[in-house]
């Protein structure tokens, strides 16, 4: 037997990602937790945390009452949000700054910050001084470790001071205060959470209420009062630091604070300095608590402890794509596992959530899912209805938006289910009985499912679409049901789904159910979505409680939603007409760079038919950005419906947007989102939200082992089909399948007919492995036939001044070539719109961000295979020539009609942000067709004469179109500059 290749020899590289600048992405973060704590550590020392009592608290706060409870995304940072600070000062030049870079704001020479698995780490070098800064979290308690070691470059003594200051914040407008705790040497901060109903008392008072901060040196002096330190020179210069030692004042009522004074004396070694900060309950357990974890905090942070090796995840790849292996094999996982190891840090998770959190734990941790599954049906009702959050600790209850009612939970049972079967094969699960939530009675888990989705199968009106209430998988869509007549197509088709994946596991598994019954649900549900919902080139969202179609074609905003497009393929709605118009529809409108918008127009208004997601900001959460969980839901889909490089582009579009600069994020997680409204605030579009609670993790790290490597169990077998994607290439595989591990080597093979698979050499009749045995190893190959790359698309570039016809042509031409259009006004920001319409000129860093967003655009439609049109108007020469440089089979057209027909024209023309007091600007700027600008066709003054731009009559010598055709199929490496008169 070959020996086992264990995952961290596959796969050898560091699990750690750095960033080098604390200003080029000042929001970059990472996240640590432990089953008792969060925290969210950002790069210039801001920190947002919270830790379980059972509910999430928190444990030092901004300077203002705040959401204390549950991470927002595109969290705000200010002087005073809680962060964690350490200011060094030279004593006897009285030079200062600030680790890690807040709150002076002081550029070191040097500066990294580095995120692992484990811990987060700065380097800085800055007043001849090498520093660095390290955080963890402990074992098992809620507290933060910190250290800080200090020495001198040239190893020469030095007198320092180190000041620690974590500003507590805002703690309670009832009771707060702060002062020093003598007997622990440490600074102990008291708060009251206030109560309104008497019945809230006894919960509270069990809560813990103090926070502490502590060090395993006596400081030399303290200050708790947060006025005292800061004086009237705020964080950046506080008026305390202008004396040698701290006021030794406390807080009474006033805004509390944790600043800590060490004197250091540098004599050639290094000085280090270790502290604790955390909640806790009372003063008597001061004392302990120091001791305790000043001890696990230096044994932390000991050489024997300092390991950032890779977590024994399940799955690993090799391939030429080293940034693609590193997210997948390491941070990918640590996500998906964060969400089902602590639920997202909350005792009542939302039902969907929950359940589809886990479907990443079957691969991870398959018990977890199936305690999972469990937990969620004994708070089933026994008429199979979901409640809308799942209690997971005996004192929880339902809170915020799980006190709203929400008609989708009960779908993602099977879902769930069928994954947990497939990496497992745990056939008794399905026989297990459990009771329910308003009910003693006990049925199994085949009948809890059964009741589950009849539950939803009632739910119905007329027609038979599902009743949407105040909710379903989009929150905030509260208004178009709350009447109970508004239906959801997207439920509808969810529902179409599950029943699909549940006939899948009946017939599989020989279920005794209903199967013809079932089926002919599937063909009803299909057909009446079809009927009432289908408009043309897309499904609708919605029928509001007025009975009108929303997220049709003639809506001016919200227009499109991805949503139902996705379930329908889905739900198996995938032939033609249908699935053609589907993927057309969604690339056309819904497409970005950084991956497909949730909506698209975004909502710029309240829209009462549909509800609160329209009052969100154009193109931020469920309002039109690309909301990463949809996302990840269409990229499974074209893996599902056939599409399998368009599945693996979009996929690598979702991971490239986390690397992007405009993400401004480190690319160790997926975001919930990242802005969107491409054509509405382009400036802006790529945003990460900087919040990694999101089921998009799972359902990405399923789509990749699944769908993309074709890692599939079903019963004692495991199928091994990777999906043929060229773009992929040779690769190497580790996967762990239920406790057998597997090597495999993908090669393609030109002269191969269909995909060949042997183990230790002997090639198999299927593509699967039979009967796994625990503990074994298997060596597999795959061959796969290498595809011819198809026909590269065609790009034809429209340029010209304002008023030339460009955008009239090109969208004539897109249409007449069934190409995808660009309109390049579409593309400019709001700052750039606002400067033309008050007759200012762009310049070429206005213009700069502009062209880059063609090329992307341009560049993501040629990849996905379409035609493409593109206008803008390329003044510059370097601009033609890098929107040309995308592709051979491109060629451009200039449209050069005379200055008084653009004078007429722009006149005419209402509603345009472009002043026509700018066209001389222009004319002055555009640098003519030159011989060296390959593929290009001038169309000039007569042929647009005998053009007509209103009617789309022929021209005398060639039609529009002709000309084109012509360019196109005269591609050379020689110039075609050509004057049609």
Known sequence: MTKPIINKKLAPMAFTESLFSATEKPDASAFLWNKKMMLNMNCRGYANAQFMQPEPSKYAFAPSLEAKTFMQPEHPYFAHHPGRYFYIRDEESGELFSLPFAPCNIEAEQFEFVANNKQVTWHIRHMRLQIELRLCLAIDDPFEYWKVSIEDVNNQPRQLSVISYFPLGYMSWMNQSANYDARSHSIVAKYVTPYQKLADYPALKKTAQMTIFASDR?????????????????????????????????????????????RMALSGSTENLHCVFGPMHNEE????????????????????????????????????????DSFINQWLPRQVFYHGDVNRLTTDPQTRNYIQDNIGMCFLRPSSARECLLTALTQQHRSGEMPDGILIHP???????????????CIWLPLLLEVYLDQTNDVALLHESVCFNDSTEEKSV?????????WVLAKRDERGLCFIEQGDWCDPMNMVGPKGKGVSVWLTLALTYAIKVWLRIAKHYKLDVSVVALESQLLSLRNTVIKHCWDGNWFARGITDNNELFGVDEDVEGRIFLNPQTWALLAGIDEEPYKSKILRAVDEHLQTPYGNQMLAPCYTKMDERVGRVTQKFPGSAENGSVYNHAFAFWIFAMFECGEAEKGFLNLKEMLNAAHSEQAGQMPIYLPNYFRGAYKQFPETAGKSSHLFNTGTAAWVYRTVIQQVFGLQGKANRLIIEPSKLPSLGDCDLFYRFRDATFTIKINYVSALLKQE?????????????????AGKHYSVQIKLPKQDKSKAARLVIVCGVSGSGKSTVASRLASHMNAMFIEG????????????????????????????????????????????VLCFSGLSKKHRQRLMSLGANACLLMLNPPKKELEKRLKARKAHFFAPSLLQSQLDSMEPLSHDETNTVLIDNDVLKSYSLSSGKGMAHLSLENTVECALNSLTNEPIVKALN
């Open 825 to 868: 006004d579409d593309l400019h920001s709001r700052a750039a719109k606002d400067k033309m319409a008050q007759g200012i000129a762009l310049s070429e860093a206005d213009r700069e961000p502009w062209v880059q967003r063609l090329f992307e655009s341009a560049q993501q439609k040629l990849a996905h295979g379409y035609d493409t």
């Open 446 to 454: 085949i009948e809890h499912i059964e009741l589950a989705l009849n």
């Open 757 to 773: 698979t042997y183990v230790d050499s002997v090639l198999l009749a299927q593509n699967a492995i039979d009967d796994i045995v």
């Open 285 to 324: 357990e001061a004392v302990a608590l120091k001791t305790k974890h000043i001890e696990a905090c230096i044994s932390a942070f000991s050489s024997a402890n300092q390991t950032t090796e890779s977590s024994d995840f399940p799955f690993q790849v090799i391939s030429a794509d080293t940034q693609f």
């Open 218 to 262: 006596k400081p030399d002096s303290w200050c708790a009062k947060q006025s005292a330190f800061e004086g009237f020179g705020g964080l950046m210069q506080p008026e305390a630091l202008n004396k040698s030692l701290l006021p030794n004042e406390a807080a009474f009522y006033e805004t509390p604070c944790a600043a800590s004074h060490f």
């Open 395 to 409: 004192d929880a209850e339902l809170k915020y938006i799980n006190e709203i009612p929400h008609s989708d939970h």
